[in-house]
């Protein structure tokens, strides 16, 4: 299965983000495969920084740094995804500033759903950062009428255990892009997230 022939955004309604750095996976996967759907923020804004561009993409390299942090040491994002972890993010544009209108987060989650739902093996949500909780948060809203994720800091938070359709939820923060090597509390807070959600699906 080809992610970006089965999901696609229309209309392109959003006013806030670079519509020019627009990405869906556009990755060959076997759906049944995948145990954990890691959900970052945004797409950067070079396509070459994209988790399956080829050669050695920035959030390729701080995603694989954060797993080896865990304790898992992987080469590549193709190896993470034949262990059953997916890769996406919650909007499918680029940002044009430093945050996102909620609007366009909530637009964009109609997408985000629709491509989650090509998985049903999924075990694990990973939402790493505010943009991707807000947006599994909106989809929670118009099919269970409630959030997942309370409101409140993630460092507050992220002890706790939330589902979602019976699937566990980890709310984490960003490791995709160059904020990943910023503050050394939230690499160790990411990596023992990551840590926990491998041990669901070994």
């Known amino acids: 299965?080809?992610?970006?022939?089965?999901?696609?955004?229309?209309?392109?309604?959003?006013?806030?983000?670079?519509?020019?750095c627009y990405i869906i996976p556009d990755i060959d996967v076997q759906p049944e495969r995948v145990e954990i759907a890691m959900i970052s923020e945004a797409t950067p804004k070079d396509p070459g920084d994209y988790y399956y561009a080829e050669g050695d993409p920035l959030f390729q390299r701080t995603t694989l740094q954060a797993f080896n942090d865990a304790g898992l040491s992987s080469k590549s994002i193709q190896d993470l995804l034949d262990m059953g972890v997916y890769f996406t993010t919650a909007v499918k544009c680029g940002k044009t500033g430093y945050g996102i209108k909620a609007a366009t987060i909530r637009e964009c989650s109609r997408i985000l759903e629709e491509e989650l739902s090509l998985f049903q093996n999924i075990k694990v949500y990973m939402l790493m950062g505010d943009v991707a909780i807000k947006s599994l948060n909106y989809i929670a809203k118009?099919?269970?009428?409630?959030?997942?994720?309370?409101?409140?800091?993630?460092?507050?938070?992220?002890?706790?255990?939330?589902?979602?359709?019976?699937?566990?939820?980890f709310p984490s923060y960003l490791q995709a892009g160059p904020s990943y090597f910023i503050e050394r509390s939230k690499r160790r807070m990411i990596s023992e997230d990551i840590a926990e959600a491998l041990k669901l699906v070994k």
Request: charged share 35%; net charge positive; proline share 6%.
């Open 142 to 169: 118009r099919t269970h009428g409630q959030r997942v994720i309370p409101p409140g800091s993630t460092y507050k938070i992220r002890g706790n255990q939330y589902f979602y359709q019976d699937k566990r939820v």
């Open 1 to 20: 299965m080809r992610v970006s022939e089965c999901v696609r955004c229309k209309e392109f309604p959003c006013t806030d983000v670079d519509k020019e």
